[in-house]
């Protein structure tokens, strides 16, 4: 009942958050891009207290030496959780994600997506999804921004492995950026459309970044072993699917049920 009523308020307070700050930002629509980013990098910073404050949730980013100060960039990330998908406003400066197209028509949180030129695709358009992602990237990368990309294409529970996309390979190819892979475990702390957040810590490993040339075939073995924290299953083995409820356990801390 404790852990019900600590995410009840983080989630009261998450969408308050969201909708408020959107509201009173709306002037800055009219403004050039770059007066947003201290907005996103304090909504990032805010819902990572607030996830402190009332679920006793930390983060924790490991390698950070291995993020390149600014510049363009591709961070190619294990998507878990709905956390993942603000978290990296608050660790780099100036940041595209790729997302899936359906998110620019949300009230509020889908203007300023459009304003500061997310990444929007439709996945349902194939190869045509993936020259917009092309196109849309190399520009990102002129402007010396940081693409962020979840490789697998959606979310996958912990313990489990998803299937990596052809997009990363043909962004990498089409930018000739290095890719810096990301491995997480938010999944164990804010499940996949999950009303309950369990204590702990969520831990972000900064992988050493991938070069640019590596054959296309080399590159996503690669990448499919560096966003990994741990043993996983296929996506849809038992042995995944019983992980999800699990807390990771390691020697130098636990995550609490």
């Known amino acids: 009942m404790k852990i019900w009523l600590r995410s009840l308020l983080f989630n009261l307070a998450f969408w308050l958050l969201t909708l408020i700050l959107g509201l009173i930002s709306l002037p800055l629509l009219f403004g050039p891009r770059q007066l947003l980013l201290p907005l996103m990098r304090f909504y990032a910073t805010m819902n990572t207290t607030l996830l402190r404050w009332t679920c006793g949730i930390h983060v924790r980013v490991e390698g950070r030496e291995n993020l390149p100060a600014g ?81 697998e294409g959606t979310r996958v529970a912990p313990g489990l492995q998803g299937v990596i996309q052809p997009g990363i390979a043909a962004l990498a190819s089409a930018t000739g950026l290095a890719v810096i892979p990301v491995a997480t475990d938010s999944g164990y702390c804010w499940g996949r459309r999950a009303f309950r957040k369990r204590p702990g810590t969520i831990r972000i490993v900064v992988r050493p970044a991938l070069p640019p040339g590596l054959p296309r075939a080399v590159m996503v073995a690669r990448l499919a072993a560096a966003i990994e924290l741990g043993p996983v299953q296929p996506e849809g083995s038992a042995a995944g699917e019983e992980a999800v409820d699990k807390p990771v ?9």
Do not use: C, N
Not at 102 to 118: D, I, M, N, S, Y
């Open 71 to 151: 510049g363009a960039m591709i961070v190619a990330a294990k998507h878990q959780s709905a956390f993942d998908t603000f978290i990296w406003f608050g660790l780099l400066p100036d940041v595209a994600y790729v997302m899936k197209q359906e998110l620019l028509w949300v009230p509020v949180w889908g203007w300023f997506a459009r304003k500061t030129r997310q990444i929007a695709v439709d996945r349902s358009a194939g190869s045509a999804a993936l020259r917009h992602l092309v196109k849309a990237g190399k520009a990102v990368a002129a402007e010396g921004r940081q693409i962020v990309i979840f490789p």
């Open 249 to 257: 356990e390691s020697g130098a801390e636990r995550l609490r049920r």
